[in-house]
């Protein structure tokens, strides 16, 4: 019974082609937005939250200021320094890696090469902090950090540009006017997923790079890293109290400072992407409203025009239910068509627009699934005050009926 | 409730056939009003009518007299103003519109006047439907309604749609729609309208053979005096009442009616 009335719907639908595939071609540019957006937003999403973990997911960043989620105003506040680092080593138990840093813009020159990049003074707990392992070379040793040697060691783009094939350990490069030995050069991570180039910096103990490049003994930025995942929130808990006190912030007052690890971040960018994602689901609903109006007038008009052939069938012995059903699956498998095609299409446009916005193509079958289960849920809904007026029709009148 | 139970049980017995079935059909003061007031018809009039097992029954009068609505009525399409109407002892005033569906499903055969083929869709098929409804399986289905497509001599077009077939071979599908589930009774109003006098005799002895051979009870409306000719009973309407209701004699139908013990 359900297959003839499946094949009957079917051929209904493939009687009247041109209607059927125009009546559908709302929903299939609805479904096909949602489903190329959610496919290419899911990709980008994939790659942000790829990068964070990459930074290690035990990790802890800790900076001065205040940066409200939402817009806002960033609060200005006094950097830290070598004695707050040095108090967190201290007091803060279950880290593994405490890493201050300071930056400072420089141009790096080997022989005639020269390039300009960052130099970042910190410590070669830097590495463990980061996760970051060493191509060649070795760390900065203890004595060296004590006594701020001019000693680097290389991300991988200063070393491609400055030495090439060349061997650079060991080498002496020039930083603005101090000269500087290279000991090591870190292992490429590429480029992130807003186009930065990640391998674009050099490390130095942070007393060389105060003392030679800065000219203060600030720390702007501290990174912690937890010995497990599940320290984090303790190691958390102990840096903000540690730097209230240290930085004599009394009880009812703001933090002047950021204490992030990963999860907040990945919740920020997860937010974002949740903004994103209520958009599209706005979108998808309204276009699947106008398809499902559109469904709804086409099988208004068929159920009129085949009054008829209802009567037919209502005077043969078919039941209410019976007729509501047949109409029911014939509004169903239009918008289901129209959901496959859709799904299709957004499919395909995703696939070709992903390498071109440099985002992966990732498939997200959840989000398939759901499109077409709510284009069904469509045909369903708008095709049942048709198929209801077509079940309700008096079987004498509509055999009558011219 | 009780007069309505009390009536069940008492009729069948006050007709006086003792252990005999009750009847196919059984009119009792059956009225039918269509408007109200001054715009008031009265389609049916009080009719009395009891249609046997086996029975070949003419329906006449002239136009607007009430044929087709108690055509209609017999059919379970139309529901009376008032009166009672049993169905094989079962009041068919008490059914619900789903029993009613399964009723003809089950009990009724229909050949419309004017058709109403399906259009666009092959003989076999168009035979089928009633066969889809009854739950029979695909490919019993398709070997009876070869079967019956046979029976009314259309082998060969039986994938033909109604569009590609004349008036008489169309009228020959509805037929053959309206005994594939071998129905208890038939209904056919006037089948021979649009016909001309030799597809007209072709069909009128069409039912008569179904009538015969396959004890199909059946009832028809028909205007032309010679079609009422096949059938073994006559009741003629006029302005809703029933003015004659006689037998005909005898040697006009081969075989004598199946169920006509008077
Ligand atoms: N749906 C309706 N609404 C109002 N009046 C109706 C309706 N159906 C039938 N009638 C009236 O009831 C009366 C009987 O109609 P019916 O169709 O039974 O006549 P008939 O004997 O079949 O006539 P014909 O030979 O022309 O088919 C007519 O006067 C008709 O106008
Ligand atoms: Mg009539």
């Avoid at chain 1, 201050?100 to 707990?125: D, K």
């Avoid at chain 1, 997923?193 to 000219?215: E, H, S, Y």
């Avoid at chain 1, 990963?262 to 903004?275: D, Q, R």
């Amino acid at each position: 019974m359900i297959w003839s009335t499946i094949r009957l719907a079917l051929r209904e639908l493939g009687r009247n082609a041109m209607r059927s595939s125009l009546t559908i071609l709302g929903i299939v540019i609805g479904v096909g937005a949602v489903i190329s957006m959610v496919t290419l937003g899911g990709g980008a999403t994939s790659q942000i939250t790829g990068e964070i973990s990459s930074l290690g997911s035990n990790l802890i960043i800790v900076r001065p200021g205040t940066q409200p989620q939402h817009g806002g105003i960033q609060v200005q506040a006094a950097p830290f320094d070598r004695a707050d680092v040095e108090a967190i080593v201290r007091e803060v138990p279950n880290t593994e890696a405490v890493a201050p840093m300071t930056s400072a813009p420089t141009v790096a020159v080997f022989g005639n090469a020269n390039w300009s990049t960052t130099v970042n003074g910190t410590l070669s707990a830097y590495l463990a902090a980061r996760d970051w392992p060493l191509a060649r070379g070795r760390a900065f040793t203890e004595g060296e950090e004590q006594a701020g040697a001019m000693v680097c060691l290389l991300g991988a783009t200063v070393q491609d540009e400055l030495f090439g094939r060349q061997d650079p350990l060991g080498a002496s490069i020039r930083l603005g006017s101090a000269a500087c030995r290279v000991v090591g050069v870190l292992e490429a991570r590429g480029e992130s997923t807003f186009g930065m180039d990640q391998d674009d910096f050099i490390l130095a103990p942070l007393r060389a790079v105060q003392r030679r490049l800065v000219g203060d003994d600030d720390v702007d930025l501290m990174f912690v890293s937890a010995q497990s995942e599940a320290a984090t929130a303790q190691v958390q808990g102990d840096l903000e109290r540690l730097l209230r006190q240290r930085r004599r912030i009394g009880a009812g007052q703001e933090d002047d400072f950021t204490v992030q690890d990963m999860a907040e971040i990945a919740t920020i960018v997860e937010s974002t992407t949740g903004v994103l994602t209520t958009f599209l689901g706005a979108i998808a609903a309204i276009s699947l409203l106008v398809g499902g109006i559109g469904i709804m007038n086409i099988m208004l008009v068929s159920v009129t025009e085949r009054t008829r052939e209802i009567g037919i069938r209502l005077a043969i012995g078919a039941q209410g239910h019976e007729v509501l059903l047949q109409f029911l699956l014939e509004s169903t498998l239009l918008s289901l068509f129209g959901g496959l095609v859709g799904i299709a299409l957004g499919l395909g446009l995703a696939a070709v627009a992903a390498p071109w916005l440099g985002v992966p193509f990732v498939l997200d079958p959840t989000i398939i699934v759901i499109a077409f289960l709510f284009s069904g849920a469509v045909g369903i809904l708008f095709g049942y005050v048709p198929a209801r007026r077509a079940a309700r029709l008096d079987p004498i009148d509509a055999l009558r009926y011219e | 409730m009780s007069p309505q139970i009390a009536d069940q049980t008492e009729r069948p017995r006050a007709e006086g056939e003792g252990a005999a079935p009750p009847a196919l059909v059984a009119f009792q003061g059956i009225t039918k009003i269509y408007g109200t007031g001054m715009a008031e018809v009265r389609a049916l009039d009080g009719v009395d009518l009891t249609i046997g097992a086996g029975e070949f029954v003419a329906i006449m009068g002239p136009s607007g007299s009430g044929k087709s609505t108690c055509l209609n009525m017999i059919g379970c399409l139309d529901t009376p103003t008032s009166g009672s109407y049993r169905f094989a002892g079962v009041e068919v005033g008490t059914l619900s519109r789903n029993q009613r569906a399964l009723l003809r499903r089950h009990y009724l055969g229909f050949v419309f006047q004017g058709y109403n083929l399906l259009k666009r869709t092959s003989a076999l098929e168009n035979v089928e439907m009633p066969l889809v409804y009854r739950r029979v399986p695909g490919r019993e289905r398709r070997r009876r309604a070869h079967e019956a497509l046979a029976a009314v001599g259309l082998q060969g077009r039986e994938h033909h749609t109604p569009a590609e077939l004349s008036g008489g071979q169309q009228q020959r599908v509805a037929v053959a729609r309206a005994i594939v589930t071998a129905p208890a009774l038939l209904l056919a109003d006037e089948p021979t309208g649009n016909l001309d006098s030799t597809t007209s005799r072709e069909i009128m002895d069409l039912l008569t053979e179904l009538n015969v051979e396959r004890g199909i009870t059946i009832a028809m409306v028909t205007h032309e005096e010679e079609m009422a000719t096949y059938a073994r009973r006559i009741v003629r309407f006029l302005d809703g009442r029933i003015v004659v209701d006689r037998e005909r004699p005898a040697d006009r139908v081969p075989g004598g009616g199946g169920g006509l013990a008077v």
